[in-house]
């Protein structure tokens, strides 16, 4: 019993002051260490020491992990090298969903064009591009190993049905072609672009990025659908970060999950006359609540200029385009 206590009592006393290294932000400095930049460098306990080719960063003013012991991934926390050959050895394929429906097909250029300078380059990239307007589709030329494929759908009236469509979509392919054709699935808003690496540091069975608005944000400012009537409800006292709903992804049978569950949660809740408050990313947000990403992006992974810049953020590898809401989303 004794043996017990004390065992609890030290995990506690860890546990707290784990959360203190993690969650303090130090000073606005980057507090990035390198453990090989100093002369007599420190080693990790258990960490590999003396390995340049293996030397990662450690940073002290961000999360690197997730409760549930899911890596968040941040600038220089991994070797790119080591990665690249171990997903080159899988032969590894890649989907990216698109969709640019109505007046979005002008997004499509900036994308697929800073996508074949940053995502996921050297490795095999189908681009899945749906569209009610295919005659708009550019050509594009793409690396070799990259290949892009336009299906046509229909659209809908509010930009909130052709944004939450998107997940019965999804969820349709994955069983018709994804699963036959890609290994793992990449879904992205269109009206983005790249401006810095994006690779298969990314992946895993299923990742989600922290929405750039709210990562520094206290659970109860988090903007969740809380209404629990809803099938988006997510309560006050719970929800671990708020994701963004423009960007995520895993193995298309995880996929296949994600989106048939949204899809399912969206049409229960039209039955009912409700519709979440931030559409697809209610539905999202609370998928991933109950079960939760094995990999999580830092917001480097999804930004918005409209966040300004931050000093946790050195790097801004995938960015929201500006745009006038009134005009592109009209007819
Ligand atoms: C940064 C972020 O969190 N983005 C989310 C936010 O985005 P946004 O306000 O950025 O939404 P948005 O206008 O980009 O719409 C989402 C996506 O739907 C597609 N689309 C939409 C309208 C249209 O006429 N044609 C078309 O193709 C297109 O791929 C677009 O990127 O809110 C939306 C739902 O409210 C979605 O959850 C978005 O993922
Ligand atoms: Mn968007």
Redesign the pocket.
């Known amino acids: 019993m004794v043996w017990i206590d004390s065992e609890v009592f030290l995990f506690r006393v860890k546990s707290i002051w784990l959360s203190v290294i993690w969650m303090v932000p130090n000073g606005g400095s980057f507090g990035q260490r390198s453990i090989l930049s100093e002369p007599n460098h420190t080693c990790l306990v258990g960490g590999l020491c003396g390995e340049k080719k293996m030397a990662g960063v450690v940073r002290t003013d961000v999360m690197m992990v997730t409760p549930w012991l899911a890596p968040i991934v941040w600038n220089g926390a991994f070797n790119i090298d080591i990665l690249n050959a171990q997903f080159h050895k899988r032969d590894v394929r890649i989907g990216l969903t698109?969709?640019?429906?109505?007046?979005?097909t002008v997004?499509l250029k900036n994308f697929i064009e800073t996508a074949e300078k940053y995502f996921m380059v050297g490795h095999k990239v189908h681009y899945y591009v749906f569209t009610d307007r295919p005659q708009d589709i550019p050509s594009l030329s793409l690396a070799e190993g990259r290949t892009l494929n336009v299906t046509e759908v229909t659209s809908y009236k509010r930009?909130?049905d052709?944004?939450?469509r998107?997940m019965q979509i999804i969820s349709e392919n994955c069983l018709q072609r994804f699963i036959y054709e890609v290994d793992y699935l990449v879904c992205a808003?269109?009206?983005?672009i790249f401006s810095d690496h994006v690779g298969v540091e990314i992946l895993s069975d299923v990742f989600a990025a922290i929405?750039p608005g709210f990562f520094q944000l206290p659970r109860q400012k988090f903007t969740h659908e809380r209404r629990p009537e809803s099938q988006g409800f997510i309560p006050k006292d719970e929800g671990d970060y708020y994701y963004?709903?423009?960007y995520f992804g895993g193995t298309v049978e995880e996929i296949y999950k994600v989106a048939n569950f949204c899809h399912n949660a969206m049409m229960a809740d039209k039955a009912k006359n409700i519709e979440a408050l931030?559409?697809?990313?209610s539905y999202?947000n609370r998928y991933f609540l109950y079960y939760k990403p094995t990999k999580v992006l830092s917001p480097e992974y999804?930004w918005?200029n409209y966040y300004g810049s931050s000093v946790y953020v050195p790097s801004k590898r995938f960015v929201?385009v500006e745009?006038d809401?009134v005009r592109?989303?009209s007819d």
């Open positions: 698109l969709f640019a429906l109505k007046k979005y997004f930009w909130q052709v944004t939450m998107r808003d269109v009206d983005m929405h963004t709903g423009c931030w559409h697809d990313e999202l999804v918005n929201h745009k809401y592109i989303r």
